[in-house]
């Protein structure tokens, strides 16, 4: 990318790489390249095993796409040989003809992969997975005491924090904790 | 239609269409179903690529960070901007069980009312006398209409339940109420929140919840009370597992019980609500060092298409950067492939006829040529570069540009100018994808390897 000029550092611009914590990126050649003065990068790792939510390569119109248009190239493509007479299947020449049509179902198509950046809160930059439910459930005491908090650099809309409001358990939290929490909340009021 | 569309957030209402079509049916006998849908998939296509476009005249580097501009701009582009790719027509999901929770508590109260109506009309009346003829059925219509019940009362199930004195019903064919009901709430909320910190419940498990809950509590007392007025044999103030079918029952539009699927404890060490606001904190200073992204004098709420916006149409928390370069952000991720069908799934679910008793056989190749490609995508949803890694022990250009039998070559094979003429996309030998990015033509990025891929 480099050797094409694709990102010039002009201004102080830097491009942004962000990656999943696969051991190739911390390998040396890699690291050596991006932390090369004339041709710098920022790179960032997201959360390990935790790619489900954050990578964008990861969603559904990404690679989800990719495979299932794949898988029907290649149906339609042993039909059509079957349909000509051709009994050798699918051989290694029709690789690329069938990764064409499986780029093009996926990877190219803008608008979704738009869906995509901002369905995991990379452009805008809303937090967004900190909306999901199972993420929101794993929030310590401390971190929810945190959330309305003014100071606290990030605001959540009020229409999830209606619907969580009284219902909030944490990875602390016990049965127990629940059970006990009507009488806690009523020696607290009283 | 779009106005409904919107208020209903980004649904067509149920009956919509219906409404429209029986209102201009009279005028427009050539209108169908069909039609108005098309039509309006096709409004909802134009308005869609006018809010494209709108994107795209919009400069990727805005002149100065000025948060006034874009309120206005996004304002301006407010009634454009907020639809969803998907276009469903149809109830939500959910909603048809919900109504139907709705309809039945309907009846249910309908039915008290007129009882206890009826029941206080019969003790006005002196010893001996009888109601008016035609009363009964005047209060059921009169009820009805208030509570909009449209299922029939029968007067003689009204007056039944007078002589039985049973006033208060719970359930639309009578029967008890559980003493639990009060509780029960709390139970399925317990339930869910334990589902969501993936420490799931079992169903013994959760009957001991119940129990324990319960234990030395009024609801305990109520039940004991209630099960010796039943005769009942088990008088230890513990549920059993029949409670909980029925439970179970009650609630059946809120938990269901399944079996587990294996999560690996890595990912339940690691998907927590501290680590991703570390990651995306992270991220974001090191976006602000790379001068790709700028703080915002001031948070602001924004769509998911960087559009200022109010609360009540944000998506997401409130934004305090901005991407100024998006442009400049990559990410990418590999995927993993092979020509061989053996691990295919059935996309679409696409079915077969056969004869009955006999299984439908799919010819699938099984030769092999595994691969991996990484996709580059930009932050504004353009992708970037295509790179692809072949098994193979060195580089073989056949492999590499590919053969489409599906396209009848240009020339004949012998021609000195034979590749020449049919190499690029769309020919004989394609290659490997085309990109255009920042308007400039980028070809597939392939290599080999003999690791595994």
Same mark, same amino acid.
């Given at each position: 990318m480099d050797a094409l000029d694709l990102f010039p550092r002009t201004d102080g611009v830097k491009p942004f790489l962000l990656l999943d914590g696969h051991g190739s990126r911390l390998h040396l050649p890699f690291l050596k390249y991006i932390n090369e003065p004339k041709d710098h990068w920022i790179g960032c790792i997201g959360v390990p095993y935790g790619t489900a939510l954050w990578q964008i390569g990861d969603s559904k119109e990404q690679n989800r796409s990719f495979n299932m248009a794949i898988t029907k190239a290649k149906d339609d493509l042993l039909s059509y040989k079957e349909s000509i007479g051709l009994t050798n299947g699918v051989v290694p020449t029709d690789l690329m003809p069938i990764i064409n049509i499986a780029w093009k179902k996926s990877f190219t198509?803008?608008?979704?992969?738009?869906?995509?950046?901002?369905?995991?809160?990379?452009?805008?930059?809303?937090?967004?997975? +900190?909306?999901?439910?199972?993420?929101?459930?794993?929030?310590?005491?401390?971190?929810?005491? +945190?959330?309305?908090?003014?100071?606290?650099?990030?605001?959540?809309?009020?229409?999830?924090?209606?619907?969580?409001?009284?219902?909030?358990?944490?990875?602390?939290?016990?049965?127990?904790?629940?059970?006990?929490?009507?009488?806690?909340?009523?020696?607290?009021?009283? | 239609m779009y106005e409904a569309y919107l208020q209903n957030s980004?649904?067509?209402?149920?009956?919509?269409?219906?409404?429209?079509?029986?209102?201009?049916?009279?005028?427009?006998?050539?209108?169908?179903?069909?039609?108005?849908?098309?039509?309006?998939?096709?409004?909802?296509?134009?308005?869609?690529?006018?809010? &494209?476009?709108?994107?795209? &005249?919009?400069s990727p580097i805005p002149e100065e960070m000025n948060l006034e501009k874009s309120t206005i701009s996004s304002a301006l582009t407010m009634s454009t901007v907020s639809f969803e790719s998907d276009f469903r027509l149809g109830r939500p999901v959910g909603s048809t069980d919900e109504k139907k929770c709705r309809d039945r508590k309907k009846i249910i109260d309908a039915k008290n009312e007129i009882v206890k109506k009826i029941a206080a009309a019969k003790n006005t009346l002196k010893e001996g006398k009888r109601m008016k003829r035609g009363k009964l059925k005047q209060?059921?219509?009169?009820?009805?209409?208030?509570?909009?019940?449209?299922?029939?009362?029968?007067?003689?199930?009204?007056?039944?339940?007078?002589?039985?004195?049973?006033?208060?019903?719970?359930?639309?064919?009578g029967g008890q109420v559980s003493q639990m009901q009060k509780i029960e709430p709390t139970i399925v909320e317990i339930i869910?929140?334990?589902?969501?910190?993936?420490?799931c419940l079992t169903p013994s498990t959760g009957l001991q919840l119940v129990n324990s809950l319960i234990k030395d509590t009024t609801t305990q007392k109520d039940l004991l009370e209630?099960?010796?007025?039943?005769?009942?044999?088990?008088?230890?103030?513990?549920?059993?597992?029949?409670?909980?079918r029925r439970f179970m029952a009650r609630n059946k539009e809120k938990i269901v019980s399944k079996r587990g699927q294996k999560y690996e404890l890595n990912r339940q060490n690691w998907t927590t609500y501290a680590n991703f606001v570390h990651m995306y904190d992270h991220c974001i200073n090191e976006m602000v060092e790379a001068v790709v992204a700028a703080k915002l004098h001031e948070p602001v709420w924004m769509d998911r298409y960087c559009k200022i916006c109010d609360e009540r149409n944000a998506y997401g928390c409130k934004v305090d950067h901005k991407l100024i370069r998006p442009d400049m952000c990559i990410c990418g991720d590999e995927v993993g492939g092979s020509i061989s069908m053996k691990g295919d799934g059935h996309v679409g679910g696409q079915?077969?006829?056969?004869?009955?008793?006999?299984?439908?056989?799919?010819?699938?190749?099984?030769?092999?040529?595994?691969?991996?490609?990484?996709?580059?995508?930009?932050?504004?949803?353009? =992708?970037?570069?295509?790179?692809?890694?072949?098994?193979?022990?060195? =580089?073989?250009?056949?492999?590499?540009?590919?053969?489409?039998?599906?396209?009848? =070559?240009?020339?004949?094979?012998?021609?000195?100018?034979?590749?020449? &003429?049919?190499?690029?996309?769309?020919?004989?030998?394609?290659?490997? =994808?085309?990109?255009?990015?920042?308007?400039?033509r980028f070809q597939l990025l392939s290599a080999c390897t003999n690791q595994q891929v």
């Amino acid at each position: 990318m480099d050797a094409l000029d694709l990102f010039p550092r002009t201004d102080g611009v830097k491009p942004f790489l962000l990656l999943d914590g696969h051991g190739s990126r911390l390998h040396l050649p890699f690291l050596k390249y991006i932390n090369e003065p004339k041709d710098h990068w920022i790179g960032c790792i997201g959360v390990p095993y935790g790619t489900a939510l954050w990578q964008i390569g990861d969603s559904k119109e990404q690679n989800r796409s990719f495979n299932m248009a794949i898988t029907k190239a290649k149906d339609d493509l042993l039909s059509y040989k079957e349909s000509i007479g051709l009994t050798n299947g699918v051989v290694p020449t029709d690789l690329m003809p069938i990764i064409n049509i499986a780029w093009k179902k996926s990877f190219t198509r803008k608008f979704k992969n738009k869906n995509a950046i901002s369905d995991r809160g990379w452009n805008p930059l809303n937090h967004h997975l +900190l909306l999901n439910k199972d993420l929101h459930a794993t929030m310590t005491t401390k971190e929810s005491s +945190l959330e309305y908090c003014i100071d606290h650099n990030i605001f959540l809309p009020n229409k999830t924090n209606d619907n969580e409001e009284d219902t909030t358990l944490t990875s602390t939290t016990t049965v127990a904790d629940f059970i006990h929490r009507p009488q806690k909340e009523a020696s607290l009021s009283a | 239609m779009y106005e409904a569309y919107l208020q209903n957030s980004n649904r067509l209402p149920y009956g919509h269409v219906g409404g429209l079509l029986s209102e201009m049916k009279g005028s427009h006998k050539w209108l169908t179903r069909n039609i108005i849908n098309k039509a309006f998939m096709k409004f909802r296509k134009d308005l869609k690529n006018v809010s &494209k476009k709108e994107d795209e &005249k919009e400069s990727p580097i805005p002149e100065e960070m000025n948060l006034e501009k874009s309120t206005i701009s996004s304002a301006l582009t407010m009634s454009t901007v907020s639809f969803e790719s998907d276009f469903r027509l149809g109830r939500p999901v959910g909603s048809t069980d919900e109504k139907k929770c709705r309809d039945r508590k309907k009846i249910i109260d309908a039915k008290n009312e007129i009882v206890k109506k009826i029941a206080a009309a019969k003790n006005t009346l002196k010893e001996g006398k009888r109601m008016k003829r035609g009363k009964l059925k005047q209060i059921i219509k009169s009820v009805s209409v208030k509570r909009g019940v449209s299922n029939k009362i029968l007067p003689g199930a009204i007056r039944r339940r007078v002589e039985q004195n049973s006033l208060v019903n719970y359930h639309v064919g009578g029967g008890q109420v559980s003493q639990m009901q009060k509780i029960e709430p709390t139970i399925v909320e317990i339930i869910l929140q334990m589902a969501r910190i993936r420490q799931c419940l079992t169903p013994s498990t959760g009957l001991q919840l119940v129990n324990s809950l319960i234990k030395d509590t009024t609801t305990q007392k109520d039940l004991l009370e209630w099960k010796k007025r039943g005769n009942s044999n088990n008088m230890e103030g513990y549920l059993r597992r029949g409670y909980w079918r029925r439970f179970m029952a009650r609630n059946k539009e809120k938990i269901v019980s399944k079996r587990g699927q294996k999560y690996e404890l890595n990912r339940q060490n690691w998907t927590t609500y501290a680590n991703f606001v570390h990651m995306y904190d992270h991220c974001i200073n090191e976006m602000v060092e790379a001068v790709v992204a700028a703080k915002l004098h001031e948070p602001v709420w924004m769509d998911r298409y960087c559009k200022i916006c109010d609360e009540r149409n944000a998506y997401g928390c409130k934004v305090d950067h901005k991407l100024i370069r998006p442009d400049m952000c990559i990410c990418g991720d590999e995927v993993g492939g092979s020509i061989s069908m053996k691990g295919d799934g059935h996309v679409g679910g696409q079915l077969m006829l056969v004869g009955k008793g006999q299984v439908p056989m799919k010819k699938i190749s099984t030769n092999d040529k595994k691969f991996t490609l990484i996709g580059l995508t930009a932050f504004t949803g353009e =992708p970037v570069m295509c790179v692809l890694i072949l098994e193979g022990k060195r =580089p073989n250009p056949s492999v590499e540009a590919g053969i489409d039998i599906r396209i009848t =070559p240009n020339s004949s094979c012998s021609d000195a100018d034979f590749i020449m &003429k049919n190499c690029g996309n769309g020919k004989y030998l394609p290659g490997g =994808p085309e990109l255009f990015f920042e308007g400039r033509r980028f070809q597939l990025l392939s290599a080999c390897t003999n690791q595994q891929v």
